[in-house]
């Protein structure tokens, strides 16, 4: 027999993980920053130094033109610099020095504050906390496949 998951912690859960976007789109918008600007600085802070586009859009979990849209603002106003390639389909993205700077101010500031609230978690805690972050969305991921099997059997 299956157990049953009461709804409320599915809804908690779903609370938690809307109530975190919303941090960071606060943050986002305290710093001067577009939600897809602030993400992009993020990802080019942590990865401190180039990505190409398609990996961008894998680590921001976001689709092709949403990144193409920002990246193309903020290579406007200096804060990017697109690369050919060797493919030339291609494009590396990395920070420019006045990106560079607006990083080390605005994303550097959300880094130390994530530090901060992490380490106030023990280190048992942290480490359950991204074992079982990990697994339940892995789990989700693969529960959720099922769905793309039901797409047209409801119509």
Same mark, same amino acid.
């Given at each position: ?29 305290? %710093? ?11 990802? %080019? ?36 610099? %697109? ?24 994303? &550097? ?10 380490? &106030? %978690? ?34």
């Amino acid at each position: 027999m299956k157990k049953k998951i009461p709804q409320a912690y599915l809804y908690e859960y779903n609370s938690i993980i809307r109530e975190n976007d919303e941090i960071y789109r606060e943050a986002a918008k305290a %710093l001067s920053l577009s939600d897809s600007a602030f993400w992009i600085l993020y990802a %080019l802070w942590e990865e401190q130094g180039a990505i190409s586009q398609s990996e961008l859009c894998n680590t921001l979990y976001q689709p092709k033109q949403t990144v193409n849209s920002a990246l193309k603002k903020m290579e406007r106003g200096g804060h990017v610099e %697109l690369r050919e390639m060797r493919d030339r389909r291609s494009k590396e993205v990395a920070l420019t020095e006045k990106g560079k700077a607006l990083a080390k101010k605005t994303i &550097e500031l959300v880094f130390r504050a994530e530090e901060k609230a992490y380490l &106030e %978690l023990a280190e048992e805690e942290q480490e359950r906390f991204i074992a079982i972050f990990r697994k339940y969305t892995d789990l989700l991921r693969s529960s959720m496949k099922e769905l793309r099997g039901n797409e047209n059997t409801e119509e």
